[in-house]
Every structure is written in C-alpha cells, then in structure tokens.
C-alpha cells in the first residue's frame, strides 16, 4: 500500500541550528543526555514513521514513583516544537501517534500508512491517563492464523504499532521450539521422536496448549532455529520500549515418547481435541515430582537462550477437561494451581504467572465458581494474572467473581481464527468500559486490551479498543469516528462520508460477535464459505443491518471520485464491498437450494449464473487489497522455506489451516478468508459441485445423498491442500 505522505521541507539552517543546542547542552547537560538515552527506543519508533521530523519531538520519561501507578502522558506545542512527557516508553509511543492521529496528520493501521505532515505543529495540550496498568495484546493463536511466515521486518512493524497504541502486555510465543527440544533431549527423546510429537508450523500453537501433536509435521530444525533468533530480537526490542512480554511456561504436557519413558509416573492420555481424530496428548500430573523438574528446567533454559523474563504463560486446561477425580476435583484442582505457580516461581523469583481466561467461559459447565477458586486459591493474588479476554461472548468475570481476589484483564477476542468479515461493536466497547470502571464488584481490574486470533482486518475495531483505555469512554464514538475518519483519510473529509461511516456503525459496526462464522456447529464466516450443506435453508439472517450497508457503501462509491486508488479510503471501500456483496452470496445460496428443491430448474440455474459471477466478481475486485490474497498468504510460507522440501511442508500448512483445519470435528472453515483466491479458487468449486449434483438428482430423478457429495468436496479439499500450485490469478 503506498503511503500518502507531504515531503516536508527544513527551512532550518545549519548555522542556527548547532548554536541552538550548544546552548541547551551548556544549560542543561545532564537532563538532555538522560532525556536522549531512556527515550531512545520511542524516538526511534516515532522517527520510522516520520522521519527527520522526529527530531522536531523533546521526549522526557517521568518516573513513577509508585510502581503500582498507571502510566500517563502530557503532550504540549510550542515554537513548532512537540514536548511529550510519559511515564514510560510506551505512553510516549501512544502520546505522540494520538496527537498525530488527532491533528490528522498521520494514520498507522496494518493495511497502510497515511502520513501528510503540516509544514508548522499546531497549537496543542492534552494531559491523559489510564486507570489500566498493562494494555494486553495477541492471542496464543495468533501465532498460528497470521505470523506463522512473519521475518525481522514484519514483527518490527508489528511492535511499532503495538507501541504506537499503547500496549506493554504483549504475548511473545516465538522461538520455544528450541527450548521443548533442549528439555525432551536432555530426558533422554531422540531426533526422531522429536519429529513425530511436533506438529508442523501453523499448528504450534495449539500443540503448546495441549491440545495436538504431531499434525501436519514433521517440524523442521531451520525452522526452530529461524524462530530463535527471531525471538531474540523481538524480545530485545519489546523490553527496549518498557514492555512486558509474556512468554511460555511449562503447563504440564509431555510428549508421548516421554510417557512411554516413565510408566511410574502419573501421566493422563486425555481425550481427542474438539470432535475427535487428532493425537492424544499426554498431561503429568501436578502431584508428580517431575512436574516442577521440567517446569523449572524449561524456565532455566529459556532464561538461557532468551534472558530474564517476568510474565509467563502457562495453561493446563485450554479447552480440555482437567483429568481430576470427582470425589477430590477440589483438591486436585487446588493442587495444580499452587504446583504450576510454584514452578514459575522457584525457577524465576517474583515472576508472575499469566493464564488465559478462556477455559472458564468454554467450559462453564465444569469451571463453577468452587471449581474456579478451588483451582486459584493457592496462588498469591499479586502473583498471578487471569486474562479474561472473551468479553464480546462471555460475561467470565462477573459470573466468576472477578476471580477472587487475583489480578485479571478485561479484554475481546474480536477477531477468530483469522476470518474477516466486517464487523465490531464500538459503541459496546465504550458502554462496557464504562460499566466497569464504576463496578465496585471489578476486582483487582489491572488491564485492558484485545487478544485477537488474526489480525490485518477491521483496523478500526482496534484503533477505538486500544484509545478507550486512555478516554475511558467519555468522547462521544461520532467525535471520535470524526478524528479518526481525519486522520484515515485526510482532514477535508466530507460530511456526505461521515454520514456513511454513521450508518456502517449502526449497520456492521453494531455487532459484538459475528454468529454467522459459526452457525449449526459449522464454521466459516459467510454461509458460502461454509462447506456446502442442504441445511443452509434453515439460516435464520446474518447480523446486522443490510439496508443500512447497502445505503453506506452507495455513499462511499459516489465519493470515491475524491480519493486516490490506492488511498486508505479505496482500501475501505473494496472492505464494504466485499462484505456486502459476500452476504448477498449467501442470500442467493439459500435460495439457490431451495429452488433447486422445489424442482424450479430454469429460475436456480439463472441463480447459480447469478452466484458465480458475484463471487468471481468480489475474486477481480480484491485485487486493491494486497493483504487479502492468497497468493500473498501462500508466497510467504513458500519463501519461508530454506530448500524446496521445507517450502511444500509450509505451502500445505499454510492451505490446511485455512480450509481443512483437521480432525473429525468441526474446525474445518474456521479459519476461512476473504481473500482473492479464495473466492475463485475454493469457495465457489464446491458450492459448484454441490449445486450441480443437487440439480442432477434432479433432472435424472434420483435420491439426492448430502453425506456422498460431502464426502466427495472434502476429498476435493484434501487434494487441493496437497497441491503445490499457487492461487492462478485471472
């Protein structure tokens, strides 16, 4: 995406600028060199935005004197100079991109930058602060449904933008490969054991939550290795800027090779993952004393390749059902949780042990609230953080007594798997925050944030999360919807495009949690990205307003005249077109079926022609959003690949996970995309062939059997994710 940016010119010259600050150095020395050292790091992330203007920012970072105290910034112009004071690096990173954001100067989202400097900084004051010490961010699962193929310059951009919207709590799971290969061989695991417990690279995530081994391997050594360093400087750059990254910690789950090893201790075979027809995974028990041993020794050896570090995730329960007896459950589970804390504890003094909230709301039929504090009562509060992220679907921390005592998170998925429908809630996000900031039943509330499972989508659902923290919901959303249109896509933006984006809050924008992607147990975020099913009769609407859409998106068209093809605002306008148009796919679908049932041949053949050129329409017209294409999903797992048996391996994980998933279950289209490629390529040829065999059956009078021609797609998907062909752009 090309970035709109003013080249500025500096009227400065050299022989006023030097004298210039060889009086500040003789005035004062110490408070300028100090300055310079601990805001290196944000003036570094400001300067990779906008360059040499950089300079024209004075950042000063103002130490807490309570380290219980949240961060705040002050932001002041004068003589076209920008002063920002902050409590830390982060704060300064957010103060100064919302003042740009503010003043409509710049806008940072994954899809592009716009920058358009002024000549001379506007007047300015603004004094914030935020109730949240830590602003969280990333989901465990991110690192499979979008970094899987991310280098150096990918996750620099990434951090930039965390720091730029304020996160110090982000999750940091690359590079522990190495580590689980270093514990197991040290427990005596060979090579080839090795390759047969893990899974292959977009899978990781949920091997490292227990819940898979082995699926789509063998894991190659030049991909752990990559991954190391990789994580080296990520790290190195987050604790730079004053964050907190989490890193992984040992929950309990051994590889099989190593229950075979030690048939004394007590190691449970747990039940296939979600439906069946994966590895079993293998968890130790708590009470076993080679618990601590590997989770202290993972912990010695991670400090050992990555550094010292005080935040570390550990979940033993991540969509599984603890293996605890029914007659001492409490116990049991109290032990677990005293044990887990215990060996973070032991292996790193005063670290805090981070836990996903999830489980609690997936599984409330077991989490009760005395199965709940059973499981925490043994961890000090101030040594412990729940985060309860699911707050678009589940009300965890209110049912949950805003776990008793401990630290916690308030925060969204937003987005699952990836999938990328159009849609968020912003006023839901403003009126929860402000429900729980007066809630004197909120606990001991430490954070904020979003911890989505993919990202490059929705960019404004983020942009207002992470600015809420700050506001605390008191700007009205039109306000803000008016700054950031400003900043998005310049400060003439007309009144005819504000009133469009007021009708995509009321019509998409309006939505906490989009049921679609996962109707009838079927996932896939449009009922045309589902695999193909009679059943889709039966759908009942998608969220949402369409009229009002429809109404937004004509509004957008009209003013498109105004904006450069490749602006931030075409790439908004293909966004809106693709959602609509892909629901009026689904619309046709349905009847499309129910035509086809009814015996009405020429009126669903006319469908079918209908339902074919809009999805080959929406394919073409993708073509403006770069991130939303196959081939550039696929590319990068290829190049990530050193040799050509390491870049098949990577192709047909990164096409697997996108479609096929695996298993017996249902995870098959949960990480669906609205991608080009996708419509074209995927999408429509199996709702071709189901559609062609119903009409068959029709016309030659024969039984229609749904479970055959599933069978016959799936085998199709099969054969398509074991292909080493690129997406065929058109």
Same mark, same amino acid.
């Given at each position: 995406?090309?970035?709109?940016?003013?080249?500025?010119?500096?009227?400065?010259?050299?022989?006023?600028?030097?004298?210039?600050?060889?009086?500040?150095?003789?005035?004062?020395?110490?408070?300028?060199?100090?300055?310079?050292?601990?805001?290196?790091?944000?003036?570094?992330?400001?300067?990779?935005?906008?360059?040499?203007?950089?300079?024209?920012?004075?950042?000063?970072?103002?130490?807490?004197?309570?380290?219980?105290?949240?961060?705040?910034?002050?932001?002041?112009?004068?003589?076209?100079?920008?002063?920002?004071?902050?409590?830390?690096?982060?704060?300064?990173?957010?103060?100064?991109?919302?003042?740009?954001?503010?003043?409509?100067?710049?806008?940072?989202?994954?899809?592009?930058?716009?920058?358009?400097?002024?000549?001379?900084?506007?007047?300015?004051?603004?004094?914030?602060?935020?109730?949240?010490?830590?602003?969280?961010?990333?989901?465990?699962?991110?690192?499979?449904?979008?970094?899987?193929?991310?280098?150096?310059?990918?996750?620099?951009?990434?951090?930039?933008?965390?720091?730029?919207?304020?996160?110090?709590?982000?999750?940091?799971?690359?590079?522990?490969?190495?580590?689980?290969?270093?514990?197991?061989?040290?427990?005596?695991?060979?090579?080839?054991?090795?390759?047969?417990?893990?899974?292959?690279?977009?899978?990781?995530?949920?091997?490292?939550?227990?819940?898979?081994?082995?699926?789509?391997?063998?894991?190659?050594?030049?991909?752990?290795?990559?991954?190391?360093?990789?994580?080296?400087?990520?790290?190195?750059?987050?604790?730079?800027?004053?964050?907190?990254?989490?890193?992984?910690?040992?929950?309990?789950?051994?590889?099989?090779?190593?229950?075979?090893?030690?048939?004394?201790?007590?190691?449970?075979?747990?039940?296939?993952?979600?439906?069946?027809?994966?590895?079993?995974?293998?968890?130790?028990?708590?009470?076993?004393?080679?618990?601590?041993?590997? @989770? !202290?020794?993972?912990?010695?050896? /991670?400090?050992?390749? *990555? =550094?010292? $570090?005080?935040?570390?995730?550990? %979940?033993?329960?991540?969509?599984?059902?603890?293996?605890?007896?029914?007659?001492?459950?409490?116990?049991?589970?109290?032990?677990?949780?005293?044990?887990?804390?215990?060996?973070?504890?032991?292996?790193?003094?005063?670290?805090?042990?981070?836990?996903?909230?999830?489980?609690?709301?997936?599984?409330?039929?077991?989490?009760?609230?005395?199965?709940?504090?059973?499981?925490?009562?043994?961890?000090?509060?101030?040594?412990?953080?729940?985060?309860?992220?699911?707050?678009?679907?589940?009300?965890?921390?209110?049912?949950?007594?805003?776990?008793? @005592? !401990?630290?916690?998170?308030?925060? /969204?998925?937003?987005? *699952? =798997?990836? $999938?990328?429908?159009?849609?968020? %809630?912003?006023?839901?996000?403003?009126?929860?925050?402000?429900?729980?900031?007066?809630?004197?039943?909120?606990?001991?509330?430490?954070?904020?944030?979003?911890?989505?499972?993919?990202?490059?989508?929705?960019?404004?659902?983020?942009?207002?999360?992470?600015?809420?923290?700050?506001?605390?919901?008191?700007?009205?959303?039109?306000?803000?919807?008016?700054?950031?249109?400003?900043?998005?896509?310049?400060?003439?933006?007309?009144?005819?495009?504000?009133?469009?984006?007021?009708?995509?809050?009321?019509?998409?924008?309006?939505?906490?949690?989009?049921?679609?992607?996962?109707?009838?147990?079927?996932?896939?975020? *449009?009922?045309?990205?589902?695999?193909?099913?009679?059943?889709?009769?039966?759908?009942?609407?998608?969220?949402?307003?369409?009229?009002?859409?429809?109404?937004?998106?004509?509004?957008?068209?009209?003013?498109?005249?105004?904006?450069?093809?490749?602006?931030?605002?075409?790439?908004?306008?293909?966004?809106?077109?693709?959602?609509?148009?892909?629901?009026?796919?689904?619309?046709?679908?349905?009847?499309?079926?129910?035509?086809?049932?009814?015996?009405?041949?020429?009126?669903?053949?006319?469908?079918?022609?209908?339902?074919?050129?809009?999805?080959?329409?929406?394919?073409?017209?993708?073509?403006?959003?770069?991130?939303?294409?196959?081939?550039?999903?696929?590319?990068?797992?290829?190049?990530?690949?050193?040799?050509?048996?390491?870049?098949?391996?990577?192709?047909?994980?990164?096409?697997?996970?996108?479609?096929?998933?695996?298993?017996?279950?249902?995870?098959?289209?949960?990480?669906?995309?609205?991608?080009?490629?996708?419509?074209?390529?995927?999408?429509?040829?199996?709702?071709?062939?189901?559609?062609?065999?119903?009409?068959?059956?029709?016309?030659?009078?024969?039984?229609?059997?749904?479970?055959?021609?599933?069978?016959?797609?799936?085998?199709?998907?099969?054969?398509?994710?074991?292909?080493?062909?690129?997406?065929?752009?058109?």
């Amino acid at each position: 995406m090309k970035r709109e940016c003013l080249k500025v010119k500096n009227y400065s010259s050299l022989k006023f600028v030097i004298p210039f600050f060889v009086i500040l150095f003789f005035l004062e020395p110490d408070v300028y060199s100090q300055n310079d050292k601990t805001t290196k790091s944000s003036k570094a992330v400001i300067k990779r935005l906008i360059g040499k203007r950089a300079d024209e920012f004075e950042l000063t970072i103002v130490e807490n004197k309570n380290p219980d105290q949240s961060d705040w910034f002050e932001v002041t112009t004068k003589d076209n100079r920008v002063k920002i004071q902050g409590t830390s690096n982060t704060a300064i990173c957010y103060a100064a991109y919302n003042f740009l954001k503010y003043i409509g100067a710049v806008l940072v989202s994954w899809e592009g930058n716009r920058i358009d400097l002024p000549k001379s900084w506007p007047k300015y004051s603004k004094k914030e602060s935020t109730p949240f010490k830590y602003r969280e961010y990333l989901n465990a699962c991110t690192f499979g449904y979008t970094t899987p193929w991310w280098d150096w310059k990918r996750w620099e951009q990434e951090i930039d933008w965390m720091a730029f919207h304020g996160i110090n709590l982000p999750t940091a799971m690359e590079g522990q490969e190495a580590v689980w290969q270093e514990l197991w061989k040290e427990y005596g695991l060979t090579d080839s054991q090795l390759a047969a417990h893990f899974t292959g690279p977009a899978f990781l995530p949920w091997q490292r939550m227990g819940n898979i081994n082995s699926l789509e391997g063998p894991l190659p050594q030049e991909w752990i290795s990559k991954k190391g360093k990789l994580q080296k400087q990520i790290l190195q750059r987050m604790k730079a800027l004053g964050m907190h990254p989490v890193v992984p910690a040992f929950s309990g789950y051994v590889p099989k090779a190593f229950a075979e090893k030690h048939p004394e201790s007590k190691i449970s075979e747990l039940k296939s993952w979600s439906g069946g027809g994966f590895e079993s995974t293998y968890l130790l028990d708590s009470k076993d004393p080679l618990f601590k041993e590997l @989770g !202290k020794r993972f912990i010695e050896i /991670y400090t050992k390749l *990555y =550094g010292h $570090s005080d935040f570390y995730l550990a %979940d033993s329960f991540n969509e599984i059902t603890p293996p605890v007896s029914e007659e001492h459950k409490y116990e049991e589970l109290s032990d677990y949780g005293k044990t887990i804390f215990e060996t973070i504890n032991e292996a790193s003094p005063g670290a805090v042990w981070v836990m996903q909230g999830w489980l609690f709301g997936d599984n409330k039929e077991f989490w009760t609230k005395e199965a709940t504090s059973a499981f925490l009562s043994k961890v000090p509060n101030e040594r412990m953080i729940i985060q309860d992220y699911a707050n678009d679907r589940y009300k965890v921390w209110e049912n949950q007594e805003a776990f008793y @005592g !401990k630290q916690w998170t308030y925060g /969204y998925v937003h987005n *699952y =798997g990836g $999938s990328n429908p159009v849609y968020g %809630d912003l006023n839901f996000y403003k009126n929860e925050l402000t429900s729980l900031l007066k809630n004197p039943n909120k606990g001991n509330v430490v954070g904020y944030g979003v911890m989505p499972e993919g990202l490059n989508n929705n960019s404004i659902v983020y942009e207002y999360i992470y600015d809420l923290p700050w506001t605390q919901g008191k700007e009205p959303v039109n306000d803000w919807l008016q700054h950031y249109l400003n900043a998005r896509y310049g400060k003439n933006t007309s009144n005819s495009v504000f009133q469009a984006w007021k009708l995509l809050v009321e019509s998409v924008y309006s939505t906490k949690y989009w049921e679609t992607r996962w109707w009838n147990d079927r996932a896939g975020a *449009y009922l045309f990205f589902k695999r193909p099913t009679l059943k889709i009769t039966e759908f009942k609407g998608n969220p949402g307003d369409k009229e009002k859409l429809k109404e937004a998106l004509d509004i957008l068209q009209k003013e498109s005249k105004n904006f450069d093809k490749n602006s931030l605002y075409n790439y908004d306008l293909l966004d809106v077109s693709r959602h609509y148009y892909s629901l009026c796919i689904d619309d046709l679908l349905m009847e499309c079926v129910k035509t086809y049932e009814q015996k009405d041949l020429p009126k669903a053949d006319a469908l079918f022609k209908e339902i074919e050129k809009q999805s080959l329409d929406i394919d073409s017209m993708l073509s403006g959003q770069p991130l939303n294409n196959l081939n550039y999903w696929l590319q990068s797992a290829w190049d990530y690949g050193s040799n050509a048996k390491e870049s098949k391996l990577y192709l047909k994980n990164a096409k697997t996970l996108i479609t096929l998933w695996g298993g017996e279950g249902h995870l098959n289209d949960y990480a669906s995309r609205s991608w080009r490629g996708m419509y074209a390529e995927f999408y429509w040829p199996r709702w071709k062939m189901f559609l062609e065999a119903l009409r068959d059956s029709e016309i030659n009078k024969t039984p229609f059997v749904e479970s055959d021609v599933r069978a016959s797609i799936k085998n199709w998907e099969i054969k398509w994710c074991e292909s080493a062909a690129m997406y065929n752009e058109h």
